[in-house]
């Protein structure tokens, strides 16, 4: 399959080291990303979209989130800048959800686990279906894709 990332590289210059459950929640990701993902790039009426597989390198520079892409070969495609703005309240909202999951797992019963599980699914949900409008006409990513790409952008947030 052509429409998808076969590899992805997070730009850790300047992010402050991540707590063992970011740490984890960034190893998930991007493997769960790596084994199952759909990313194409749209037709453009100026230009040929280039064919995947692709690299992607995700970063934060001057306040923007940077998606840097590559052909599968590491030639450079191009990049596109997103304002991290319509991102701020969702990823907070997530932070503070996931500190109340971490605790919770270390010591109510599940029943109280899974109520802020749930919770934390559905502002999970929400960010990544932030992330799809932002991407629209830049690059095409079916659900689970976006919430895999919005823990990683969580990760630099983190930052």
Known sequence: MTNRIC????????????????????RVAIFDLLEDNSFALPKRED????????????????GRLVFDIASESAERLGEFHLSLGPFRQVVKDYFQIC?????AVKRLPPSQIEAIDMARRGIHNEGARVLQERLTGKADVDLDTARRLFTLICVLHWG
């Not at 590899?7 to 960034?26: F, M, S, V």
């Not at 230009?47 to 001057?62: H, Q, S, T």
């Open 7 to 26: 590899h992805i590289d997070i730009d850790e210059r300047g992010l402050k080291a991540a707590t063992p459950e970011i740490e984890q929640e960034r």
């Open 47 to 62: 230009r040929v979209v280039p064919d995947g597989p692709y690299r992607l390198a995700l970063a934060i520079r001057e």
């Open 99 to 103: 500190e109340s999951y971490f605790d």
